[in-house]
């Protein structure tokens, strides 16, 4: 509401959510999930969180190589600060705090948190449980999971996505994140504007 529908899809566009691209669309509730986005966009877009603002566009073929190992061809992406480092830091401290999520994920908190790392995570439930997604990251790498029905048919109630959803993305993180040393997110600056609204 405060910065206005045009510049919100403007700024989610640079984040890399292509779909997001007609604001006389969408509503305020586009922050909940209004909006359809493709679930490799939304990783690129969070990617940008993981990165201090950096974005890195998605690469599906990162290089070819011939049968002696010859590199043939390498793809090179442009990276792209698209947002502000201390903005991007807030965020992280938000989504990185066990905390604020222990109340929300009852008992599957433990997911939610990788051992001696520190990790972000998002989680959504569509309408009529049709979709469940989480997207988590840490410095090192984000991974997003889907889950529904192909058909578009509603899952079952506990189908969210704190059961649907997060435990594969749980799964998944604990086996993939040995590949990378531990990194914590940086911390953002102090930080006070003096408007209540805003400072929350």
């Avoid at 045009?6 to 700024?11: M, S």
């Avoid at 807030?90 to 520190?118: C, K």
């Avoid at 529904?148 to 969210?160: D, R, S, V, Y």
Wanted: glycine share 8%; charged share 20%; proline share 8%.
């Amino acid at each position: 509401y405060l910065a206005g529908m045009k510049k919100v899809i403007e700024n989610a566009q640079k984040f890399g959510l292509s779909t997001l691209n007609n604001p006389k669309r969408y509503g305020l509730s586009l922050v909940l999930g209004g909006g359809e986005v493709r679930l490799y966009e939304l990783v690129q877009a969070y990617g940008v969180l993981a990165t201090d603002g950096v974005r890195h566009p998605a690469n599906f073929i990162l290089e070819v190589k011939d049968k002696d190992g010859t590199t043939l061809e390498k793809n090179t992406p442009k990276e792209e600060q698209v947002a502000d480092a201390q903005s991007v830091r807030m965020i992280n401290s938000i989504l990185s705090d066990p905390e604020a999520r222990r109340p929300l994920f009852a008992g599957s908190f433990n997911l939610t948190v990788l051992p001696e790392r520190q990790s972000a995570l998002k989680t959504g439930t569509s309408n009529d449980y049709r979709d469940a997604w989480v997207i988590g990251y840490t410095p090192e790498i984000v991974a997003g999971v889907w889950a529904g029905n192909n058909n578009n048919q509603p899952m079952i109630k506990k189908g969210g996505s704190i059961l649907a959803a997060v435990p594969i993305w749980s799964s998944f993180m604990n086996q993939i994140i040995q590949k990378f040393p531990p990194t914590p997110f940086t911390p953002p600056d102090d930080y006070t504007r003096g408007n209540p609204v805003l400072d929350g």
